[in-house]
């Protein structure tokens, strides 16, 4: 069980974050407690990466299995070495490129990192964020934070402070509100401990952008998939994560009899539309959003669309699959993963 607290929210321009706030957070983060905060990628949940205790409260604020392990966002390179037993020159050649940035380097962890974090494993996940209030935070903080993403386990990541709000007030201390988030999805994970690296949660940053940086990187579906054999290596390995609390159906383009008989029911369906001229006779109990075409885009717009439409009460969401490719290939991940039963 969690302990009841009370939440309170703080504006925070994302260009000039007001030191004192900043402050008032990295307090917070070193006597032990939890606040959300935005990054490039969606709102994470911040605490002491080297306070178990503290972690410990990120599990059961979310209700979050012990198994999925969690990212820990440093201030600098500096920082990340200080928290593992090698660093290999690909580390600081990926470091030099995408840091600060939306890579997370999967590395063996040193004792000081906490097992609660990694789920037991021997590795840790590790990033510099971009965002300038989350690194003004750890700027302040000197300390390590572990950060998932500021919602309950398994259902849709926030990209605003009002969803983290919606998902955790009473189970969190702070909510630094800077916006909506610009990446919209989560960090790419990469294992710097195989040889070739591999993907194991596709990102923002894009298999070609790592292969012009290190070379050949590994990705195969089977990367993704996270039995009960032992911890996971990343988190967003779970087979349903993502998830809205509708029903979500993917639908490959010009499939249109799926679209047309769940739109033909009586019950209020979401659609998010890849291609605007499509047509529906049965749009009338519709709640319809057109996605945009660009993968970039797309991914800054997915998570609060499907928000959009949980909160407009609808039984069942229908998704144009976007088209295949490397630079969708975060998205898809997302999308079978917020499908699955």
């Known amino acids: 069980m969690f302990n009841p607290r009370q939440t309170i929210v703080r504006s925070v321009s994302s260009e000039h974050p007001d030191p004192k706030v900043i402050v008032e957070a990295a307090e917070i983060i070193r006597r032990g407690g939890l606040i959300a905060f935005p990054t490039e990628t969606v709102y994470g949940l911040g605490a002491s990466a080297l306070d178990a205790g503290a972690v410990e409260s990120i599990f059961k604020a979310k209700g979050r299995p012990p198994a999925n392990p969690i990212i820990v966002h440093?201030?600098?390179?500096?920082?990340?070495?200080?928290?593992?037993?090698?660093?290999?020159?690909?580390?600081?050649?990926?470091?030099?490129?995408?840091?600060?940035?939306?890579?997370?380097?999967?590395?063996?962890?040193?004792?000081?990192?906490?097992?609660?974090?990694?789920?037991?494993?021997?590795?840790?996940?590790?990033?510099?964020?971009?965002?300038?209030?989350?690194?003004?935070?750890?700027?302040?903080?000197?300390?390590?934070?572990?950060?998932?993403?500021?919602?309950?386990?398994?259902?849709?990541?926030?990209?605003?402070?009002?969803h983290v709000q919606a998902a955790l007030d009473g189970r969190i201390d702070l909510i630094l509100d800077g916006g909506p988030t610009p990446g919209g999805l989560e960090s790419t994970v990469l294992d710097l401990t195989v040889d070739p690296p591999r993907i194991l949660r596709p990102g923002l940053v894009t298999i070609e952008e790592l292969d012009e940086v290190i070379g050949h990187v590994d990705w195969d579906e089977t990367s993704r998939e996270h039995t009960a054999k032992g911890p996971a290596r990343s988190p967003g390995l779970i087979d349903r994560h993502y998830a809205p609390r509708a029903k979500l159906h993917c639908v490959k383009v010009g499939e249109t009899s799926p679209v047309q008989e769940l739109l033909a029911r009586p019950n209020r369906v979401g659609w998010l539309r890849l291609h605007p001229e499509a047509v529906s006779n049965h749009t009338e109990n519709a709640v319809v959003i057109d996605m945009p075409s660009d993968p970039a885009?797309?991914?800054?717009?997915?998570?609060?669309?499907?928000?959009?439409?949980?909160?407009?009460?609808?039984?069942?969401?229908?998704?144009?699959?976007?088209?295949?490719?490397?630079?969708?290939l975060a998205v898809h991940d997302r999308l079978i993963r917020a499908s699955a039963k």
């Open 297 to 328: 885009a797309y991914s800054a717009r997915l998570y609060a669309a499907l928000h959009e439409l949980d909160d407009a009460g609808v039984d069942q969401i229908v998704v144009d699959l976007p088209p295949e490719g490397d630079a969708w």
């Open 74 to 162: 440093v201030a600098s390179a500096s920082a990340a070495r200080q928290l593992v037993l090698d660093w290999p020159p690909l580390a600081d050649r990926l470091a030099e490129r995408c840091w600060p940035g939306p890579l997370t380097l999967v590395l063996p962890k040193r004792p000081i990192v906490p097992d609660i974090v990694t789920a037991s494993g021997r590795t840790v996940g590790i990033r510099v964020p971009a965002h300038p209030i989350a690194l003004a935070l750890l700027q302040d903080a000197q300390i390590p934070i572990a950060a998932p993403s500021a919602n309950r386990s398994s259902e849709i990541s926030p990209t605003t402070a009002e």
